[in-house]
């Protein structure tokens, strides 16, 4: 990342509404390369108890164990039309799963994400893996979140190459 996004965050930051979001076009995507490897059951938007945008998605895996998960993220900030990125890293669960406090960058995102995955241990896994009600409340943040446009993207890559992935993105006004 280079200053001038750096710049454009912290300005963007400093400049954050304390009202009371709305969250507007909220879409998902949820795609397996190998319908024999995964499938996607469900992979949705619903409204939490607050009135929050939450995903939900259970992914079927049908070839079991998984011994090896890696994780890139990324996620972008659409400012006047130009993507400002806010995460792109790729991290392998089943290491840092093992003791997710080494990794501070992790641990920050999975203890506003993690109570709500049954992504929660070390490999291997024998089930299929569940995010419910995955909800964006911006006050648990461990970062600012100004309004705007956002974009998401999960891609698992599982044993050795075995890809699927989840899309997302939603507009805050």
């Given at each position: 990342?280079?200053?001038?996004?750096?710049?454009?965050?912290?300005?963007?930051?400093?400049?954050?509404?304390?009202?009371?979001?709305?969250?507007?076009?909220?879409?998902?995507?949820?795609?397996?390369?190998?319908?024999?490897f995964a499938?996607?059951?469900?992979?949705?938007?619903?409204?939490?108890p607050?009135?929050?945008?939450?995903?939900?998605?259970?992914?079927?895996?049908?070839?079991?164990?998984?011994?090896?998960?890696?994780?890139?993220?990324?996620?972008?900030?659409?400012?006047?039309?130009?993507?400002?990125?806010?995460?792109?890293?790729?991290?392998?669960?089943?290491?840092?799963?093992?003791?997710?406090?080494?990794?501070?960058?992790?641990a920050?995102?999975?203890?506003?994400?993690?109570?709500?995955?049954?992504?929660?241990?070390?490999?291997p896994?024998?089930?299929?893996?569940?995010?419910?009600n995955?909800?964006?409340?911006?006050?648990?943040?461990?970062?600012?979140?100004?309004?705007?446009?956002?974009?998401?993207?999960?891609?698992?890559n599982?044993?050795?190459?075995?890809?699927?992935?989840?899309?997302?993105g939603?507009?805050?006004?």
């Open positions: 990342m280079d200053w001038q996004n750096v710049w454009i965050i912290i300005a963007i930051a400093l400049r954050c509404p304390v009202v009371a979001p709305k969250f507007v076009n909220e879409w998902a995507k949820c795609q397996s390369q190998d319908p024999s499938t996607f059951e469900l992979c949705n938007w619903t409204r939490s607050q009135n929050l945008p939450a995903l939900s998605f259970h992914i079927n895996l049908l070839q079991l164990p998984i011994t090896s998960i890696k994780l890139q993220a990324q996620a972008m900030y659409i400012y006047r039309l130009r993507p400002v990125q806010l995460v792109n890293t790729t991290w392998d669960l089943c290491r840092i799963l093992k003791n997710p406090k080494r990794h501070f960058a992790f920050r995102l999975y203890s506003v994400f993690g109570p709500h995955l049954n992504i929660n241990h070390s490999c896994y024998n089930h299929d893996l569940i995010g419910s995955i909800d964006f409340d911006r006050s648990e943040m461990p970062f600012p979140v100004p309004v705007g446009k956002y974009t998401f993207k999960a891609s698992f599982t044993n050795g190459g075995k890809q699927f992935e989840i899309n997302a939603m507009n805050i006004i």
